[in-house]
């Protein structure tokens, strides 16, 4: 089974490359009177910034963090935490009623269940396009509230092998951070993980607890300064 903390590396990583990807120095000396030439160093300057997050902190979220404040996203202090994450939580609520989307609260953590029958079909890896305007509806939200993180997880029930449950749920995972990315999100706002059948929330001897099994969970982390 792949280790989920490697993956939730490797996905960070594989971001910050994107990240500064999109503003690479190829050696070659540039004009002077090039207007885009500032915002190219301030990109170049961001990129790093978030690669040198990626690197530090003692795990995959607290990288995540630094790397959003290198690129410049400012963090949340004190009690600003607890209003910012109850306003965000009344708009996704708003935003997502009637869809089949479960929103809770952990604290300051907002949690956002996708169960798999609204959001796949059984043993499918693709988004039923039915489910776009309630991802839409999230994807607003949360560039609406940038200062936050966004952890995505797939989990699935027991039937099957661990390594087919294992490779469902991280390419479900995906393909719901992928389509709200795609929206116009920050990549190097996502983590991305599969936990296989690891994770019930529910009674795997029946079919409905296996349905409860089978979803996708979003966890909107603040982003502290």
């Known amino acids: ?12 990583v594989a971001g910050a490359v994107l990240f500064t990807g999109c503003a690479s120095y190829t050696g070659q000396t540039s004009d002077p009177n090039d207007p885009n030439r500032t ?30 404040v290198g690129a410049g996203v400012g963090g949340l202090t004190g009690g600003a935490v607890g209003a910012y994450q109850d306003r965000q939580e009344a708009e996704l609520r708003r935003q997502t009623a009637g869809t089949g989307i479960v929103v809770d609260r952990e604290g300051d953590v907002i949690k956002l269940n996708l169960p798999d029958g609204v959001t796949f079909d059984f043993n499918r890896t693709e988004l039923k396009p039915q489910f776009y ?14 200062q936050t993180i966004v952890e995505v997880a797939g989990h699935t029930d027991n039937i099957g092998s661990d390594a087919v449950n294992q490779r469902i749920s991280e390419q479900r995972a995906s393909a719901v951070a992928n389509y709200l990315i795609g929206q116009g999100l920050m990549r190097e706002r996502f983590e991305i993980v599969g936990f296989g059948k690891t994770m019930p929330i529910a009674d795997n001897s029946t079919e409905q607890g296996r349905a409860l099994n089978r979803r996708v969970e979003i966890r909107v982390v603040p982003l502290r300064g």
């Not at 305007?133 to 940038?146: D, G, I, K, S």
């Open 1 to 12: 089974m792949r280790n989920p903390s490697r993956a939730l590396l490797a996905t960070a």
């Open 39 to 68: 915002r190219r160093g301030a990109l170049i300057g961001a990129g790093i910034g978030a690669v040198a997050g990626l690197l530090s902190g003692s795990d995959a979220t607290e990288r995540r963090q630094r790397a959003l």
């Open 133 to 146: 305007p309630a991802l839409n509806n999230v994807a607003r939200t949360l560039a609406e509230y940038n």
